[in-house]
């Protein structure tokens, strides 16, 4: 069974960094595109970053120029850099394949002060 487990959100100021980390079990994480997703209050799960397994990136108008997607394939780890935080990106953030079809894990919150 593949599970996923994030971590590294917090509380930062606007302009301010968090390197958020995924760690997956199972045999799919090489062969599968991954991605950074996040649900704000209120609002839908949307996809943030994506990375193929060959490592071709692609984000969300959102956060492009600001966020960057990396993956460790020996390691089954994908990350998130997430440079000049606005309020706006305040979310629980989640990893998951792209498209996503394993269980949600818990998630981690990020939350951005103005």
């Known amino acids: 069974q593949v599970q996923l487990v994030e971590s590294g959100g917090g509380l930062v100021q606007a302009g301010g960094s968090l390197r958020l980390s995924c760690a997956a079990s199972?045999?799919?994480?090489?062969?599968?595109?991954m991605g950074w997703y996040r649900q704000a209050p209120g609002k839908q799960r949307e996809l943030v970053a994506a990375?193929?397994?060959?490592?071709?990136?692609n984000y969300a108008d959102s956060v492009k120029g600001r966020f960057t997607i990396s993956r460790d394939n020996a390691k089954k780890t994908v990350c998130l850099q997430m440079n000049s935080l606005k309020p706006e990106d305040t979310a629980v953030y989640y990893c998951?394949?792209?498209?996503?079809?394993?269980?949600w894990g818990q998630g981690t919150q990020v939350t951005v002060s103005s």
């Open positions: 998951n394949t792209v498209p996503s079809f394993v269980i």
């Open positions: 199972g045999s799919i994480f090489s062969i599968n595109a």
């Open positions: 990375i193929t397994s060959g490592g071709s990136t």
